[in-house]
């Protein structure tokens, strides 16, 4: 069972213009969420954290926003540039577990 | 620093035969935890390991999927006998600590059993 949902297997953007990736969570003990990027027969890295005592983690051009009464955050991309494509994962993890869920992944193409 | 090195990078295999797949974790991280990714299920967790224990197996599809860690510095994912299903990239990745932080994956290996 998919606790952590990327329900937009790709997005495509134009460099300069905003990426938005959402992710929807289920279990309500996640507090901890993060995002990875991954590039081709690469491993996922990590990108931007965000704690659930916060409602906003930003980090240069990437912003995360968590919204707990909705169970959902999304990555914001501002401005997007073609180095930005790849795969988003969202990952979260609860207080008491050390591993972490991943989504399916969001598969980004920033076209100049 | 080194990174979490995996081998092998790719694998092609006959359905039957048995996989074993390599990992050594970072030095001095005390987490280690085996992925797989496929385009049904994205990344999934199998299997993962607190100072060489293993902790949480629940997600290793069956039987046939072994992993051990016999010290801080390496581990095994084998697959015995391997099954055209078992197709995927598997990722190891470790990390510090009991803390929430981030996880170091490795390259991944890519496996095919035809």
């Known amino acids: 069972d998919q606790q952590v949902k990327q329900n937009s297997p790709s997005l495509s953007v134009q460099e300069g213009r905003i990426s938005i990736l959402n992710c929807d969570y289920t279990?309500?003990?996640?507090?901890?969420f993060l995002w990875y990027k991954k590039y081709p027969a690469e491993g996922p890295t990590f990108l931007i954290s965000?704690?659930?005592?916060?409602d906003k983690n930003e980090d240069g051009r990437f912003t995360v926003f968590l919204n707990k009464s909705a169970k959902h955050l999304s990555l914001h991309i501002v401005p997007s540039q073609p180095g930005d494509s790849a795969v988003y994962f969202c990952?979260?993890?609860?207080?008491?577990?050390?591993?972490?869920?991943f989504g399916k992944g969001t598969s980004l193409l920033v076209t100049p | 620093d080194a990174g979490v090195i995996q081998s092998p990078r790719h694998e092609v295999t006959e359905m039957g035969q048995e996989v074993t797949l390599r990992c050594k974790p970072i030095?001095?991280?005390?987490?280690l935890f085996w992925y797989r990714q496929t385009m049904m299920r994205g990344l999934e967790l199998l299997i993962y390991?607190?100072?060489?224990?293993?902790?949480?197996d629940s997600g290793m599809p069956e039987d046939r999927f072994s992993a051990k860690m016999p010290n801080a510095s390496f581990s095994t994912l084998k697959i015995q006998p391997s099954e055209p299903r078992d197709s995927a990239v598997y990722f190891c990745?470790?990390?510090?600590?009991?803390?929430?932080?981030?996880?170091?994956f490795g390259e991944g290996s890519r496996l095919t059993v035809l």
């Open positions: 990745a470790s990390k510090r600590g009991i803390s929430t932080g981030e996880l170091f």
């Open positions: 965000i704690s659930s005592i916060k």
């Open positions: 030095s001095g991280h005390d987490y």
């Open positions: 279990n309500s003990m996640f507090d901890y």
């Open positions: 990952a979260a993890s609860a207080v008491t577990g050390y591993a972490l869920n």
């Open positions: 390991f607190n100072n060489n224990v293993p902790i949480d």
